[in-house]
Nanobody, 124 residues
Framework: QVQLVESGGGLVEAGDSLRLSCAAS????????MGWFRQAPGKEREFVAT????????KYADSVKGRFTISRDNGKNMGYLQMRSLKPEDTAVYYC?????????????????WGQGTQVTVSS
């Protein structure tokens, strides 16, 4: 079992930056790929970014490429999502997830564990 807790969400203005954190506990976090997903009201959960277990490889959704950066610190059992140049359409609940089913996981069904989410609201 891996328990994940997100933090760092909030209300910001368009163009601002925000860093989300994901604290992991339980089984060894360092063997899991990690991902961030988001879900806006009335929409399906969508992939944002993923990082391999060792932090070497990353993959991003086109909508956030160049603005968001995913990272992790396995020594601290932490994952991060640095978000820059935020837009109103980035408003959503953001979830971190951990999965064993590959190196870079962009589909939600590939993940084994999920956090409860943190709200990000970007005003125009």
């Amino acid at each position: 079992q891996v328990q994940l807790v997100e933090s760092g969400g909030g209300l910001v203005e368009a163009g601002d930056s925000l860093r989300l954190s994901c604290a992991a506990s339980g089984r060894t976090f360092g063997v899991y790929a990690m991902g961030w997903f988001r879900q806006a009201p009335g929409k399906e959960r969508e992939f944002v970014a993923t990082i391999s277990w060792n932090g070497v490889n990353t993959k991003y959704a086109d909508s956030v490429k160049g603005r968001f950066t995913i990272s992790r610190d396995n020594g601290k059992n932490m994952g991060y999502l640095q978000m820059r140049s935020l837009k109103p359409e980035d408003t959503a609940v953001y979830y971190c997830a951990a999965g064993l089913n590959g190196a870079l996981l962009s589909a939600s069904y590939q993940y084994n564990y999920w956090g409860q989410g943190t709200q990000v609201t970007v005003s125009s």
